[in-house]
T-cell receptor, first 112, second 108 residues
Framework: DAGVTQSPTHLIKTRGQHVTLRCSPI?????VSWYQQVLGQGPQFIFQ???????GRGNFPDRFSARQFPNYSSELNVNALLLGDSALYLC???????????FGQGTRLTVV | KNEVEQSPQNLTAQEGEFITINCSYS?????LHWLQQHPGGGIVSLFM???GKKKHGRLIATINIQEKHSSLHITASHPRDSAVYIC??????????FGTGTRLQVFP
């Protein structure tokens, strides 16, 4: 079975641009969460979606948005990129039963 | 002060040594997770605990709910154990609150 897959794996963008990151959860997992990990720090919660509805939002500006599709895949969108948005963006999915999270390999975003 | 604190931040060990990484948290939790992150970035879940102790191979995780403290132990450490070990908690919701991680290097 495929794990959580994220695309792209690496991305370089210029300040002010827009970026879309994608995540496919493990088959059957309806909950998807997004995290931002800045170099040298632990991941920070951005969003959680369940059954296409936003269930939680972290302390991030409105430039960050996300959505979940009927097949439970998800997109994270970031507008007006800043240098400080450079980070590893992690997606995690979770089954309905239990709290164990399964992580993708992440998308490393560099803003120049 | 972070809601989840880990110690030490960095740890070096000789192959075969017994290793302990500590995690303290200040929020009410429904579960605590120990995760492993390799240089490529991907995170692997090692344990999820809500009480007591769990063991998997050479890894042991314990939690003391009253003291809001957890430990991850690695017995007979090996160079392939070199990674960043991260403690994270569910605060009663599905989101995870992470510590900053402990960077472990095990030398042959």
């Amino acid at each position: 079975d495929a794990g959580v897959t994220q695309s792209p794996t690496h991305l370089i963008k210029t300040r002010g641009q827009h970026v879309t990151l994608r995540c496919s959860p493990i088959s059957g997992h309806k909950s998807v969460s997004w995290y931002q990990q800045v170099l040298g720090q632990g991941p920070q919660f951005i969003f959680q979606y369940y059954e296409k509805e936003e269930r939680g939002r972290g302390n991030f500006p409105d430039r960050f948005s996300a959505r979940q599709f009927p097949n439970y895949s998800s997109e994270l969108n970031v507008n007006a990129l800043l240098l400080g948005d450079s980070a590893l963006y992690l997606c995690a999915s979770r089954p309905d039963r239990g709290r164990r999270a399964f992580f993708g390999q992440g998308t490393r975003l560099t803003v120049v | 002060k972070n809601e989840v604190e880990q110690s030490p931040q960095n740890l070096t060990a000789q192959e075969g040594e017994f290793i302990t990484i500590n995690c303290s948290y200040s929020v009410g939790i429904s579960a605590l997770h120990w995760l492993q992150q390799h240089p490529g970035g991907g995170i692997v879940s090692l344990f999820m605990l809500s009480s007591g102790k769990k063991k998997h191979g050479r890894l042991i995780a314990t939690i003391n709910i009253q003291e809001k403290h957890s430990s991850l132990h690695i017995t007979a450490s090996h160079p392939r154990d070199s990674a960043v070990y991260i403690c994270a908690v569910n605060d009663g919701t599905d989101k995870l609150i992470f510590g900053t991680g402990t960077r472990l290097q095990v030398f042959p």
